[in-house]
């Protein structure tokens, strides 16, 4: 990723920081010592078949872009010790602090660092490396995303995502008619696509953020597959999901705390996931 798309994504994550203490109820986290994220309790049953035990009590877990901490720590309360990686440094300080307040420290490392750069500063090998969820589209080159999850697992070691499934991020997210339209690339290109928002997903609504531009790669969901093909994994699952935790579409409604189609939720996958397996 050139260095300039990589800076401006950085600073726009560093000033979503403050606005996501509050809209992921942190201090709810640290004063609760059973509280898990949603994004967590969503992924244990779809990982749960892969895991020795269906759990990942016990096992060392590396969570790849995890922002200030939230979905990590909850890992870490399931019994993993957790290694936290994101190159935005006011997310990790803030993934540290909460990590502290929480009584976690010491079964959670977080490390500022690319993805593709990971391998360089985490100096260990994992049994789980876990991504999700809303993730994919910051990265450019999936290549270096793939090998960068192969270096980091334990041989036989099991790798997984949930992401909001590469066709939905092609719809055009701003018609009220609740028509499906695509209106945007579903396949890579030489070019990302370029955003400015002044305000980020959660939290105060009215709240506003210094650095509006994002940069954001549209990515297939065979180029996923193939990139972990690619590094040697070995695919192991792959589902498509009718549900999601945003309202990607303006005509999307809550159902039971995940936002669905309201009428024919059959036309469309909102989400996917893959469990992918280092060969022993």
């Known amino acids: ?37 949603d994004v967590v309790r969503e992924d244990v049953p779809l990982m749960a078949p892969f895991l020795p035990g269906g759990t990942v009590d016990g096992l060392a877990l590396a969570h790849l872009q995890c922002h200030i901490g939230t979905d990590t720590l909850s890992w870490a309360r399931l019994g993993a010790t957790v290694t936290g990686i994101d190159f935005s440094p006011a997310s990790i300080a803030a993934a540290r602090d909460l990590a502290a307040a929480s009584g976690l420290d010491d079964r959670a490392t977080f490390v500022e660092s690319t993805v593709d750069d990971a391998p360089g500063h985490v100096h260990e090998t994992f049994d789980v490396v876990y991504t999700s969820i809303g993730v994919l589209c910051w990265l450019e080159d999936l290549g270096a995303w793939a090998r960068t999850i192969d270096a980091l697992l334990k041989p036989g070691g099991l790798f997984y995502v949930r992401d909001a499934h590469p066709i939905l991020n092609a719809m055009d997210d701003e018609r009220d008619d609740g028509l499906l339209v695509v209106g945007r690339r579903y396949f890579p290109g030489p070019e990302p696509l370029r955003y400015d928002d002044e305000q980020t997903y959660i939290g105060d609504p009215a709240a506003t953020i210094a650095h509006r531009t994002t940069y954001e790669w549209p990515h297939s969901l065979a180029e996923i597959v193939g990139a972990l093909l690619g590094a040697g994994l070995q695919l192991i699952d792959l589902q498509e999901h009718r549900t999601l935790p945003w309202a990607a579409l303006p005509h999307m409604v809550e159902e039971g705390g995940d936002y669905v189609l309201p009428e024919h939720a059959d036309r469309l996958p909102l989400a996917f996931s893959i469990a992918a397996r280092k060969r022993s």
């Open 1 to 37: 990723m050139p260095a300039e798309h990589t800076d401006t994504n950085r600073a726009n994550w560093d000033d979503r920081v403050e606005p996501h203490l509050e809209g992921y109820r942190v201090d709810r986290f640290a004063a609760s010592p059973d509280y898990l994220s």
